[in-house]
């Protein structure tokens, strides 16, 4: 098995709400924030390669939306999906499975683009299955209306009319090595990803633990529609991770893209700070 960081380039976002609650005097020193509050944060793939299957987790925004969108985005950055993809040796075909975290634009935006010089939708990976959970599927075709702004029909609907969307609805192994877990703190049927290689456990936790500041208990994103039941879920969650020896993969902490864990006399917390290609 050979797992890789694809970086799909980046963007800015508030720390208050990257961090919630926590006052800006306590997050500012891990996370330095500009004049206008705003943090610089990552927007991170990875591709896992075990035998004939290529499984890329999550894909980016993509460049279909409208400027008037993503401006207060800020998105920047030399990276993109397409270019990461090839410094590994891989292409847009290649790539036989798409699991998706869940169907916020900046998971997913990736996976469909607009064919030269029209406004017709395409897959980017046409060769690929795509895996979503079935309940975040559901909040997605009848979101809130807080969550409503961050769902886009063009982004899954014509992977779905193509046939190529597969819905998940218990946690488990979806692939031999590759194993789902499904929260709802953070939106309904957010899916985690655990990969084991060998005698190593790598947990990609998407938005329910997007930086490695937001392992501590209290770190609460803002973002998060459920914050007390994503408390509970992350207690359980890190509880486990330590006992095992996870090794934590954050898709947005653009200075920390994996660390350790260890209990202390207040919690459990991050150990070291590492990138995933020391890990191999």
Known sequence: MQIYSIETGNFKCDGGAMFGVVPK???SKKYPA??????????????IVDGDRRILIDNGTGDKQANSYTSHYHLWGEDSLKTSLKNVGFSF?????VIFTHLHFDHCGGATRY???TKELELVFPNATHW?????????LNPNVREGDSYFPENVVPIFEAGKLNLV???GELFPNVEVRIFNGHTMGLMAVLVSDEDK???????FIPTMANVNLKWIAAYDLFPTVALKEKEAFLKEAAEKNFC???QHDIMNECCSLEQTARGIKPKDSFSLKSLF
């Open 25 to 27: 005097i306590m997050w």
């Open 34 to 47: 500009d004049e206008n509050n705003l943090c610089d944060c990552a927007l991170r793939s990875m591709l």
């Open 93 to 97: 075909e290649d790539i036989t499975d």
């Open 115 to 117: 064919k030269s010089g």
């Open 132 to 140: 979503v959970s079935k309940a975040q599927w559901e909040n997605y």
């Open 169 to 171: 609805e218990h946690d």
């Open 201 to 207: 456990t790598i947990a990609f936790t998407a938005d």
């Open 248 to 250: 934590l993969f954050f």
